[in-house]
């Protein structure tokens, strides 16, 4: 049984989620069959050998330059060629934008079965069945994919990345496409800069209108800064234009499962809570002890985020120091 992972990555730098989806192919593998990563765009050899020591056998190096610019009709044309090649039978992509835009189109190619928001191992005894997150991870749904190609979306966060340190052979795959083969040209990308990606943050730290205005957030991004966070915000705040809309998490926003979500002055609405839920720890600073987002929190602090902050940052500082 070969597996085939989607390695996708930014500007040649690829991302955890991709370690995650390697290491995750290679423990459904354990050995019955070879892991092959799929990388499209410039990458350089040694970055392309980090693929191996999460646990692919070989890369297959996708390097035209008609690939330079994500595009998801060519991407996702090069995967399933990849995976045809190789007689793959699970494909892995990361549930992230991009996967999102791919996944599909790589099963519909490959008239395959797909589950996407995968946060589960395969169970294999009677049928193939995979767990994933629905209604922005307030429920579970088990799903049979009976198709004998599978194409599993993992949600990022979900799986620990473990080393498996294999050496793998790099290879130059050819899809045989050209620029014409898609419909749409990216003219070009404009990324944030400078930013940590909110869907890919470990640590977050988020505010809501309890910080009363825009001239406030310095409060928040200081501490986002000493923790190495990123900044997230409800929604009225981007409503209002005090943050830019692509930091607001919720049921319309963002969903995100970092290890830890500090929420600062947000009450803690259902909608809000449904797309920050599934974060591994949450720490709610609330002035109102009544704020439903204590009842999601697993540490609460009552008091007021402008007594309350500084001193937070003030100790994330002194311990920095001492490290
Ligand atoms: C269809 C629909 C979809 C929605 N989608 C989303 C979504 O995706 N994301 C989202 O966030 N919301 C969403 N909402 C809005 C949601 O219902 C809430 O209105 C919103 O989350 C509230 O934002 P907030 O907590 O920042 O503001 P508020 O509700 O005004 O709460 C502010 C909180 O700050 C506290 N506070 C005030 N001052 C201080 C202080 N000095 N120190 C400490 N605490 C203080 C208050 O006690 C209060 O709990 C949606 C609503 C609908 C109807």
New binding site residues.
């Given amino acids: 049984m070969n597996i085939l992972i989607y390695a996708e990555n930014q500007e040649g730098i690829f991302k955890k989620s991709v370690f995650e989806a390697v290491a995750y192919a290679n423990q459904v593998s354990a050995g019955n069959g070879e892991v092959i990563a799929v990388s499209v765009g410039k990458v350089a050899d040694e970055k392309l050998n980090e693929l191996a020591k999460y646990g692919a056998d070989k890369v297959l190096n996708y390097n035209q330059d008609y690939l330079g610019n994500f595009n998801g009709e060519l991407y996702s044309k090069v995967i399933a060629h990849a995976a045809k090649n190789c007689n793959a039978s699970i494909v892995v992509i990361s549930n992230t934008y991009s996967g999102k835009m791919v996944a599909p189109r790589v099963a519909a190619q490959l008239n395959a079965g797909i589950a996407s928001g995968v946060i589960s191992y395969p169970e294999v005894n009677g049928g193939f069945k995979v767990r994933r997150g629905v209604f922005s991870g307030k429920a579970f749904a088990d799903v049979a994919i009976n198709t004998s190609v599978k194409v599993l979306a993992l949600t990022p966060n979900s799986f620990n990345i473990v080393e498996a340190n294999k050496t793998a052979a790099i290879e130059l795959g050819d899809a045989g496409l050209s620029a014409a083969d898609a419909k749409t040209k990216s003219i070009e990308v404009a990324r944030a800069s400078g930013k940590i990606p909110l869907t890919e943050a470990e640590l977050v730290v988020s ?6 205005g825009p001239e406030n957030w310095h409060m928040v991004e200081e501490l986002a800064d000493i923790l190495g966070a990123a900044t997230a ?5 981007s409503d209002m234009h005090w943050r830019p809309h692509s930091e ?6 963002i969903t995100i499962k970092p290890n830890l979500y500090i929420a ?9 809570l ?2 920050v839920s599934s974060s591994k720890v949450i720490v709610a ?4 002890p009544e ?3 204590f009842k999601a929190a697993d540490y609460g602090i009552v ?4 007594d ?1 902050l500084p001193k937070i940052t003030a100790a994330a500082k002194a311990f920095k120091a001492k490290a």
Avoid at 207 to 212: N, S
Avoid at 285 to 288: L, M
């Fill in positions: 505010a809501g209108r309890g910080m009363k915000c409800s929604k009225p705040v607001h998490v919720g049921q319309t926003g600062i002055g947000i009450s803690g609405a259902i909608q809000h449904a797309g600073i609330n002035k109102d704020a439903p987002f008091g007021d985020a402008f309350v």
